[in-house]
């Protein structure tokens, strides 16, 4: 069978167990192809960032069938809720709260307490998440630093076989869909894309702001989790009062990314342990990480981890 799908109900079926079984599929929305992964598992989110090389850990857009799954997952506010009502299912992404237990692993939010939630319009799309009746992850379906693909034949050729694709046509929009942020003191423009930023404005009444406004949003002008703690890196060794992050069965680690040494299995580990040995009060230092494939991004992450804070 070839690695494009055409999108019956039976393959539908296939893309849905797949997911279930922590695979990756790529598939259309009306903006772009989308490269799925279960949004509740820490090691198939990992396997994104492995399979687009990507060099970071940004966070990625949880995507759900209806409002009642997104209530689940992040803190409606009443202006989410306008929002909602005018745009979903459609190309608008809403980053909101994170809700306490949400069924998302912190790789998807790269650690942040807010989550990315979008709707997607697209009937394929929607098919899979009705099959598979949880949330999937899915950023573009293209390698890192090259266009999003509109098409399955685009998908193929980012991939190769390695993937597997539900072709449902050329996509409507072709480009990224809007992101606002509503995590913060003001509806923010946080991304423009497929809904024109005055047709948003019209239904808030009042404008958006953008990130250079200086105004306060907790989760969006620090886009990254930092701990409060002191890191040290490529520590060969622990001092007096550290505590020891490991990797591949280190001696003496509070914590192991992945005692077997398996780097997809330390991307998924990786944020949730750094919350919890921050809260452990003492300074951290962590063993050396091989920075092949996905160890670059978990180095880039825990570099800046390290790095000094004003
Ligand atoms: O149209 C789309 O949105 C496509 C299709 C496939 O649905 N997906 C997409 O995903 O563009 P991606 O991963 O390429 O874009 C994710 C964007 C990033 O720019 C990221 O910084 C932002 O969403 N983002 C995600 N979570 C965030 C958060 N908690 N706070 C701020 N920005 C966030
Ligand atoms: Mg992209």
């Known amino acids: 069978m070839s690695y494009i799908w055409t999108a019956s109900p039976d393959n539908v079926t296939r893309a849905a167990d797949v997911l279930r079984a922590g695979g990756l599929i790529a598939l259309p929305t009306e903006t772009v192809y989308g490269l799925a992964a279960d949004a509740a598992n820490g090691e198939a989110v990992a396997q994104i960032y492995e399979t687009k090389g990507r060099p970071r850990f940004n966070p990625l857009i949880v995507h759900v069938p209806d409002r009642a799954a997104a209530a689940l997952i992040g803190e409606f506010s009443s202006t989410a809720v306008r929002l ?15 809700r306490t237990g949400a069924p998302v692993a912190p790789l998807v939010t790269a650690g942040l307490d807010t989550v990315a939630i979008r709707c997607p319009a697209h009937e394929v799309a929607r098919a899979v998440l009705r099959a598979f009746d949880g949330p999937f992850v899915a950023p573009s379906a293209n390698r890192s630093g090259r266009i999003s693909p509109t098409t399955a034949g685009h998908v193929a050729s980012e991939f190769g076989e390695t993937v597997p694709v539900l072709d449902g046509g050329p996509c409507e929009i072709g480009l990224e869909s809007t992101i606002v942020g509503l995590a913060g003191d003001r509806p923010t423009l946080l991304r423009p894309g497929a809904i024109s930023s005055e047709v948003i404005e019209a239904v808030l009444g009042m404008k958006l702001a953008t990130p250079g406004d200086g105004i306060s949003a907790p989760g969006m002008m620090t886009s990254h989790y930092a701990p409060q703690a002191k890191v040290r890196l490529e520590a060969e060794d622990i001092r007096e009062g550290e505590i020891l992050l490991g990797f591949g069965g280190t001696k003496g680690a509070a914590l192991d990314l992945s005692p077997s040494g398996n780097l997809r ?20 230092a962590v063993t050396p990480i091989p920075d092949e494939g996905l160890g670059a991004a978990i180095n880039d992450r825990l570099k800046r981890a390290a790095a000094p804070r004003s």
């Open 265 to 284: 299995e330390a991307a998924a580990n990786l944020f949730a342990y750094l919350r919890q040995m921050d809260g452990m009060d003492k300074p951290i």
């Open 84 to 98: 909602i009502e005018a745009f979903w299912p459609g190309a608008l992404t809403l980053v909101m709260p994170l």
